[in-house]
């Protein structure tokens, strides 16, 4: 089977910038379409440094490689696949905020056929319905971009941010962590837990995370 030329641009490099495009583009795309829709904006940024939400970051990534792997597939087999690779990542954050830290970031319990509020199907069909988009229209740009993000200067760029994203997430996950325990009434442990409570305070977290929300308990015992 002949290989295809596409599968040359799959290299951390490249998917790590795709990743941090997808990160910014959501989060504006999300808030412009809430914007127009609601007359006010609305986003699920998931970090504490930057306009960052990496579940759009993972999903870019993952319907690039889907495009790549499905190229000669037919429309309806891409759909299904895209479908898929939304769905499963939308599952399986949705899962991680609920067990880990008892918080939800969305809630599609009055959509019609939704399995826990995680997913549903009009959800899963408009990322089925941007997969294909994606895969017809953005890939040729995306691949030019990729072309002239080259060089010892990006290459440099993409380590330092690599650095930076990793201590961005692990630093949110601290804060996240510490914010369900304040509201456990857990007080801090150590000097790293004062200062998140000083500097990252309820306030400041329901801010930062304002279409966030706590689950009640019996809400978890479900």
Known sequence: MKQNSETKYITYHNMFWLFMMG?????????SWCLIRTGHWETHVVSMWGPFCIIYGVGAVGFYV?????KNRKVITQF???SLIAALVEYICS??????LHMKAWDY?????????RVSLKMTVMWGVLGIVFSYFLIPLINKIFVRMQGKLWHTACVCISVFMAVNLIFTAMCLVRWKNRQEGMPPQNY???MIDKTYDNHKMERRFCEWSFIEEKEKLR
Not at 66 to 70: N, P, T
Not at 95 to 100: D, M, P, R, V
């Open 80 to 82: 299904f696949v895209f």
């Open 66 to 70: 889907g495009s790549v792997w499905l």
């Open 109 to 117: 319990s009055r959509h019609f056929l939704n399995i826990e509020g």
């Open 23 to 31: 990160n910014v583009l959501g989060v504006i795309l999300e808030g």
């Open 95 to 100: 899962w991680i905020l609920e067990y880990g």
């Open 192 to 194: 790293m837990e004062r």
